[in-house]
């Protein structure tokens, strides 16, 4: 038996019918289309799959397509805007947050949801921010670092962080 569901992605409503048993990760990417969000552990242990969901970030993973019914969803996707890179991504980008890439959307998404409730968070919140979040390459540093550029762009500050200042 199918669920019909009724979501808000990005900004764009969406609805499908799904298995009960389908995970949101499995909804966003193969009924969506929306491959920005990465499968790792399916265990909930790497972050690789966190969306927003209704503001708060949840490893998409452990969460069930149905139970995001009638709510508001925020992937990888949803950051840029009119072909803008957001803060975050260009803070990956000039900040090299990112080595092979494939936790960076989670890492993304859980950067968002830091920055919408803290907007100067200091360097233990970030790490914190980020702990559910695994980077197998070991970048942490430059992660951090991409956080706070996009924490002093997105509050109009001059981008003091990072190498050579």
Same mark, same amino acid.
């Given at each position: 038996?199918?669920?019909?569901?009724?979501?808000?992605?990005?900004? !764009?409503?969406?609805?499908?019918?799904?298995?009960?048993?389908?995970?949101?990760?499995?909804?966003?990417? %193969?009924?969506?289309?929306?491959?920005?969000? /990465?499968?790792?552990?399916?265990?909930?242990?790497?972050?690789?799959?966190?969306?927003?969901?209704?503001?708060?970030?949840?490893?998409?993973?452990?969460?069930?397509?149905?139970?995001?019914?009638? +709510?508001?969803?925020?992937?990888? %996707?949803?950051?840029? +805007?009119?072909?803008?890179? /957001?803060?975050?991504?260009?803070?990956?980008?000039?900040? /090299?947050?990112?080595?092979?890439?494939?936790?960076?959307?989670?890492?993304?998404?859980?950067?968002?949801?830091?920055?919408?409730? !803290?907007?100067?968070?200091?360097? %233990? %919140?970030?790490?914190?921010?980020?702990?559910?979040?695994?980077? +197998?390459?070991?970048?942490?540093?430059?992660?951090?670092?991409?956080?706070?550029?996009?924490?002093?762009?997105?509050?109009?500050?001059?981008?003091? !962080?990072?190498?050579?200042?």
């Amino acid at each position: 038996m199918g669920y019909r569901v009724h979501v808000t992605v990005n900004g !764009t409503p969406r609805e499908a019918e799904v298995e009960a048993r389908l995970l949101l990760v499995h909804f966003i990417r %193969e009924v969506l289309g929306l491959t920005g969000t /990465h499968i790792g552990c399916d265990t909930t242990n790497c972050g690789a799959c966190t969306v927003l969901l209704d503001g708060r970030p949840v490893k998409s993973c452990t969460v069930f397509a149905v139970q995001a019914d009638g +709510r508001d969803l925020m992937t990888v %996707e949803g950051l840029a +805007r009119d072909g803008e890179l /957001h803060p975050i991504q260009e803070g990956f980008h000039e900040r /090299h947050g990112l080595q092979c890439g494939f936790c960076t959307p989670g890492m993304m998404m859980t950067a968002y949801a830091l920055l919408q409730r !803290t907007p100067a968070p200091t360097e %233990e %919140e970030i790490r914190w921010a980020i702990a559910g979040n695994l980077c +197998r390459c070991t970048g942490y540093v430059n992660i951090v670092e991409a956080i706070r550029y996009a924490a002093e762009k997105l509050r109009g500050a001059p981008v003091t !962080t990072g190498r050579g200042s």
